[in-house]
T-cell receptor, first 115, second 115 residues
Framework: EDKVVQSPLSLVVHEGDTVTLNCSYEVTNFRSLLWYKQEKKAPTFLFMLTSSGIEKKSGRLSSILDKKELFSILNITATQTGDSAVYLCAVEPMNYGGSQGNLIFGKGTKLSVKP | ETGVTQSPTHLIKTRGQQVTLRCSSQSGHNTVSWYQQALGQGPQFIFQYYREEENGRGNFPPRFSGLQFPNYSSELNVNALELDDSALYLC???FGGGIIGDEQYFGPGTRLTVT
């Protein structure tokens, strides 16, 4: 069965710290891996990764994918209280169970940044 | 502002009742996917509608059904509600059926509570 596992499930840090969130996956036919930030309700898109070893960056956030070891990390440097959220990792398989383009999500990592 | 809207925002129902949730997709999008997110869990794929046809389904029983209208808005219907149906229901719109990746935008969700 296809699955996505995130760790840790929760994390408490102080402003200015650097954090690394982990995502491992087992998917029969991999298409892409996506990271989302969920603050209250709607997940908002952060990154899409399709190729190994190519880092994606956006400000203080960065992410990289290892398709050989089947994992991805999301790094946040110089954390701020506004980074407090649940970070979701999802894998988009190809032709999963007959459907097209659905996402398989992990449980998320709840990040709390203290002032 | 993603342009995806959902109604209602919150809903309280009694076990055994039926519920209809609504989603208006972003302008130009013809695909709507529905997800169920239980407390502390990642979103789980329910089904996807593409050009008014069901285009794939996750592991949910038949009492979860849907519709997509000519304007590409969508409804999720749940019959014979159970306590475990209590969750945040998210819809996401995109264009092109099987292509999701970074082109899928989530709505704010409907919080359903079944008592």
């Amino acid at each position: 069965e296809d699955k996505v596992v995130q760790s840790p499930l929760s994390l408490v840090v102080h402003e200015g710290d650097t954090v690394t969130l982990n995502c491992s996956y087992e998917v029969t036919n991999f298409r892409s891996l996506l990271w989302y930030k969920q603050e209250k309700k709607a997940p908002t898109f952060l990154f899409m990764l399709t190729s190994s070893g190519i880092e994606k960056k956006s400000g203080r956030l960065s992410s990289i994918l290892d398709k050989k070891e089947l994992f991805s990390i999301l790094n946040i440097t110089a954390t701020q209280t506004g980074d407090s959220a649940v970070y979701l990792c999802a894998v988009e398989p190809m032709n999963y169970g007959g459907s097209q383009g659905n996402l398989i999500f992990g449980k998320g990592t709840k990040l709390s940044v203290k002032p | 502002e993603t342009g995806v809207t959902q109604s209602p925002t919150h809903l309280i129902k009694t076990r055994g009742q039926q519920v209809t949730l609504r989603c208006s997709s972003q302008s130009g999008h013809n695909t709507v996917s529905w997800y169920q997110q239980a407390l502390g869990q990642g979103p789980q794929f329910i089904f996807q509608y593409y050009r008014e046809e069901e285009n794939g389904r996750g592991n949910f029983p038949p009492r979860f059904s849907g519709l997509q209208f000519p304007n590409y808005s969508s409804e999720l219907n749940v019959n014979a509600l159970e306590l475990d149906d209590s969750a945040l229901y998210l819809c996401a719109s995109s264009f092109g059926g099987g292509i999701i990746g970074d082109e899928q935008y989530f709505g704010p969700g409907t919080r359903l509570t079944v008592t």
